[in-house]
């Protein structure tokens, strides 16, 4: 296992290495003089103030240098000056990360808690009515825009019904439960894909598992129903379902960058939103690279897990 | 390739019903798109001010917005900024994640492994990330987002050529062609290509529907196409702060956009339960 640990984390270094460099090279994709896009709009700078700026940035060296240059300053954490409020980038995101990294998690949790023994249900009443409303729940989700699903839900339960919080962000330290109501409908719409995701593969790696000959002989010595299934099949069908949680981390990022707008809530990807609109370029280009990092760390942690889980994969690979 | 095979696919791709009901959703919705002028003749940027925020009505079969603009007009338009989107993303997915997959195929050894990690540093992106970085650099338009999606799609075509090149370079056939004299090169466009195409046609039709919803997503947060161009997000986008005065504004683009994007899983699932029911785990 530890040597299985080391070859995968040397393989992280050079897809590490590309990653940083597809965001620097967000830069070059400015067009016209990226040091006026780098301090931000509304300010009138003569040509001499420009060639400051140029200086400080280092865009007077060759791209390879400057993006040595970037690469050695992110790697001390400075990610360099937010336009819109002068501070370091990363003490802009860091506070905001966190709100993000709170409903992605709740948005993770809450999709395996309800996936998985759905998709389990689904699986073991194969053919029956409840298997089809689950198929149809796991089809539905997955072509659903999130956002989307997340408006239904304020239309439905903020605006007809007036049950919970249609905006808004409210610290759940500080008040628990005005948190978690204003946190239910953002975390159903942010979990939405990946729990129909998740579903769907909990179910059809149940009906292989089903399909085996060891569980025909858990059966055949009398174990009871509840035992087979949750003792013998679960443990392999979950295999695959792991495998989706590098994937979906992905989504829940990405779909945070959508949700957060949708319910007003200050984390990161609302954030960055809002730094397009400001032309606050180092904030997005901060935020991809620390959202891309993290998707990075889970596929990893994914890939670990799994090997653990199936000795298989350290031998194979 | 003749067109036999193909035929006899499509065959049996439509006696399984839901693709049927996906494809008949698709060519509604193709067709509404190119035939627009002709479906309605309401101009999707006029505004008419004596009809404001109207639900179903005479005037406005599927009601009109803030600024009285037509929702059907608007919507039929849109649908050909999904369509357009929805192609040319996984269009430029294609272009470049097949031939990439198939020189990491060709070369092996450490141009393989350079293409590779290169396609694994971009999957690390989701494709609404990368649109994000992209309209922070060069602002929010139809190449921008074709770009930003297509940037995204390129990794799994690469990869998914290289894994099914790699299969079929163990089989017999090849190695008979090999021995036969045949040129790697012929190899890959004789054998290797036609043989991949099957898992590639199911993850474009599966991406198409991505495509959809993640040009959706980035016209709800105003970094899509811009305004005036009616697309499905940006009408979202509009539509929402008058979601307590005229719901139906939210729920029509909503709804377009889950049929477009069903249409495309459900034919996809369909083509790749007819193509390769093998394919199931390896594509997502």
């Known amino acids: 296992m530890l040597q299985y640990m080391i070859r995968r984390l040397l393989q992280i270094v050079p897809v590490l290495l590309i990653v940083t460099l597809m965001v620097f090279a967000l830069m070059l994709a400015i067009p016209g003089d990226p040091a006026r896009a780098l301090v931000g709009p509304g300010e009138a700078l003569d040509e001499e103030q420009l060639e400051i700026i140029r200086k400080e940035f280092n865009l007077d060296k060759p791209v390879l240098v400057q993006y040595g240059i970037w690469l050695s300053k992110v790697v001390r954490g400075d990610f360099g000056r937010s336009s819109q409020y002068q501070r370091p ?92 109501r204003h946190m239910i409908l953002p975390v159903f719409a942010l979990g939405i894909t990946s729990c129909a995701l998740i579903m769907r593969q909990t179910r059809s790696a149940m009906l292989e598992v089903l399909a085996q000959d060891y569980v025909r002989t858990a059966r055949a010595k009398g174990m009871s129903e509840p035992v087979v299934i949750g003792v013998h099949a679960l443990r392999n069908a979950l295999l695959p379902v792991v495998t989706v949680f590098g994937l979906q981390t992905g989504r829940i990022f990405a779909g945070a960058v959508v949700i957060e707008t949708v319910f007003g809530i200050p984390g990161m990807g609302n954030f960055m939103v809002l730094a397009i609109f400001a032309r606050d370029f180092m904030v997005v280009q901060g935020g991809v690279l620390i959202m891309a990092l993290a998707v990075l760390s889970a596929n990893l942690l994914t890939d670990l897990i799994y090997a653990w889980l199936d000795p298989r994969i350290r031998y194979n690979d | 390739m003749t067109s036999r095979p193909s035929i006899e696919v499509l065959k049996k791709t439509m006696r ?23 479906i309605t003749s309401a101009d999707p940027e006029e505004m008419d001010f004596d009809n404001l925020l109207q639900g179903f009505s005479e005037e406005h079969i599927l009601g009109s917005d803030q600024m009285g603009r037509d929702t059907l007009a608007r919507l039929l338009y849109g649908a050909r900024v999904a369509l357009m989107v929805s192609l040319g993303a996984v269009g430029l997915g294609v272009i470049i994640g097949v031939p990439l997959g198939l020189v990491s195929v060709y070369c092996r050894g450490y141009i393989d492994d350079i293409i590779m990690r290169v396609m694994d540093a971009l999957v690390v992106f989701p494709s609404l990330l990368i649109a994000v970085g992209l309209a922070a650099a060069m602002g929010g338009s139809l190449p921008t987002v074709i770009i930003a999606i297509g940037i995204a799609n390129i990794p799994w075509m690469a990869r998914i050529i290289r894994s099914q090149g790699l299969t079929i370079r163990e089989q017999d056939f090849v190695a008979a062609a090999e021995a036969g004299g045949m040129s790697h090169f012929r190899i890959i466009f004789k054998h290797i290509l036609p043989n991949s195409i ?28 811009q305004p005036p161009t009616p697309t499905w997000g940006n009408m979202l986008l509009q539509a929402y702060p008058m979601l307590d005065q005229q719901p139906l504004l939210s729920i029509v683009p909503g709804l377009a956009i889950f049929l477009l994007v069903l249409a495309f899983n459900f034919v996809g699932d369909a083509l790749r339960d007819v193509l390769d029911p093998r394919l199931k785990g390896v594509i997502h």
């Not at chain 1, 966190?98 to 998709?119: D, M, N, R, S």
């Open chain 1, 89 to 180: 980038v990363l003490d802009e995101l860091r506070t905001r990360a966190w709100v993000t990294l709170q409903f992605g998690i709740a948005a993770w949790v809450l999709a395996v808690v309800i996936a998985v023994p759905a998709g389990i249900i689904s699986a073991v009443y194969r053919g029956r009515a409840l298997d089809y409303i689950a198929t149809l729940i796991s089809i539905g989700g997955v072509a659903i825009p999130n956002f989307w699903f997340g408006i239904m839900a304020i239309l439905v339960f903020g605006v007809y019904l007036g049950w919970l919080p249609a905006q808004g962000y409210v610290n759940i330290f500080e008040d628990p439960i005005e948190g978690l």
């Open chain 2, 16 to 38: 399984i019903p839901q693709a049927a009901f996906g494809v008949v959703v698709m060519v509604i919705i193709v067709f509404s798109a190119i035939f627009a002028p002709w």
């Open chain 2, 198 to 225: 099957a898992p590639v046609i199911v993850q474009s039709t599966l991406s198409m529907g991505y495509a959809v919803l993640t040009e959706a997503a980035l016209g709800f947060i105003g970094v899509g196409i």
